[in-house]
C-alpha cells in the first residue's frame, strides 16, 4: 500500500476514523471508546505509513503482521481497516450486530485482514511471539506488531511472552503500549501501580522507546524506527489521552467501557467536525462550509 508522508493528512484520516468510531458505537448502543479513540493516531501511522501490508491481497506472505492483544478497542481497528480498504466503511454501523462481521473483540475467520481472534486480555503478546519466532525460523523479515493495553499487565501471561520474546531474542517484535492509565475499574496505578514500566521492560532485556501517542511526528518516527530495528524485542510506550477528540471524554475512566448515547454521539461529532475544520484551514472536509456553519454532523 503506498505510504502518507504528509502530516495534516495523517491527521486528518485518524480524525475520520475518531468519527467513524462513534458512529459505530452509537449504532451498536455497546462497546469501548476511549482506547480507540486514544489510538487512532498509532492506527492511522501504521496502516497509512508503516506497515508492509495489502489490503486487496490480505494473506500476501510479505505482509507484517498486526495483532491487537486488548481486543476490545476494535472500533479502532475496524475503522482504520475501513479507511484503508479492507471492506466498506458501511459496514461499520454493524459493530456488534447479530451475524455481523464485526464483532465486539476481532475474530480470525470473519474478516480479511486480522491475524488473531482475541478476548481474554493478556494473550497477544505471547501470540505475536509464537508468530516472530516461527517467521525468524523461516529466514523471514517481517515484522510482528503487537498493540497491547497497559492494563493488562495485570496479568501474568503478559510477563512469560516478555520473558520468551528476550531469550529467543525477537528482534522482529514491536510491541506497542497504550499507557492511557485507564482500566474499566478505574486508574491503573490506583488498582495495580505498573511503574516503573519501562525499567521493567528494560530489567526483562527489551529494548524501550516511550512517546506521545497523539503527537503524529513522534509516533512516526518511533514506528519506523522499529522498523529497521534489530537484536532484542522493542517495547514502544505510547503514552495517550483515553477519548482523544471528545472534551467530555478526555482522561475520564468511565469511558474505558460504554459507548455514547446519540444525543452525546452529535456533539462528539461536533467537536471532531471542528478539529477537521481547523486541520482543512477551517473548511469541513464533508460539507466545505466553515465549521460555524457546518451541517454535516445534522446530514449524518
Not at 520473558?163 to 486508574?187: C, S
Request: glycine share 10%.
Amino acid at each position: 500500500m503506498k505510504k502518507i508522508t504528509n502530516i495534516t493528512q495523517l491527521e486528518l484520516i485518524a480524525n475520520n476514523i475518531r468519527r467513524d468510531i462513534i458512529t459505530s458505537l452509537v449504532c451498536a448502543g455497546s462497546g469501548h471508546s476511549g482506547g480507540p479513540l486514544g489510538m487512532a493516531d498509532i492506527f492511522t501511522a501504521l496502516y497509512f505509513n508503516v506497515l508492509t501490508h495489502n489490503p486487496q491481497k490480505p494473506k500476501w506472505e510479505g505482509r507484517d503482521r498486526l495483532v491487537l492483544s486488548n481486543g476490545h478497542i476494535c472500533p479502532v481497528l475496524y475503522a482504520t481497516m475501513a479507511q484503508a480498504g479492507y471492506f466498506s466503511r458501511a459496514e461499520l454501523k454493524t459493530l456488534r450486530k447479530l451475524g455481523s462481521r464485526l464483532q465486539g473483540h476481532p475474530h480470525r475467520e470473519a474478516l480479511p485482514g486480522l491475524e488473531t481472534t482475541s478476548g481474554p486480555l493478556g494473550s497477544g503478546l505471547s501470540q505475536a511471539c509464537g508468530m516472530a519466532y516461527a517467521l525468524k525460523m523461516d529466514g523471514q523479515a517481517n515484522k510482528v506488531f503487537c498493540l497491547m493495553s497497559d492494563g493488562e499487565h495485570n496479568e501474568g501471561n503478559t510477563w512469560e511472552a516478555v520473558l520468551f520474546a528476550a531469550k529467543y531474542k525477537l528482534g522482529n517484535v514491536v510491541a506497542v503500549l497504550d499507557r492511557n492509565y485507564i482500566q474499566i475499574d478505574g486508574r491503573t496505578e490506583d488498582i495495580m501501580p505498573l511503574e516503573p514500566l519501562a525499567a521493567k521492560y528494560r530489567a526483562f532485556n527489551w529494548d524501550v522507546v516511550t512517546i506521545k501517542g497523539n503527537d503524529m511526528r513522534e509516533v512516526l518516527r518511533a514506528l519506523n524506527g522499529a522498523k529497521k530495528h534489530t537484536g532484542k524485542p522493542l517495547m514502544i510506550i505510547a503514552h495517550t489521552i483515553p477519548g482523544r477528540g471528545v472534551s467530555f471524554m478526555e482522561n475520564d475512566y468511565t469511558w474505558h467501557g460504554k459507548p455514547p448515547t446519540k444525543e452525546q454521539g452529535e456533539i462528539a461529532l461536533a467537536e471532531l467536525c471542528k478539529i477537521e475544520s481547523k486541520l482543512q484551514g477551517k473548511r469541513c472536509l464533508l460539507c466545505r462550509s466553515i465549521h460555524e456553519k457546518c451541517v454535516c454532523v445534522e446530514s449524518r
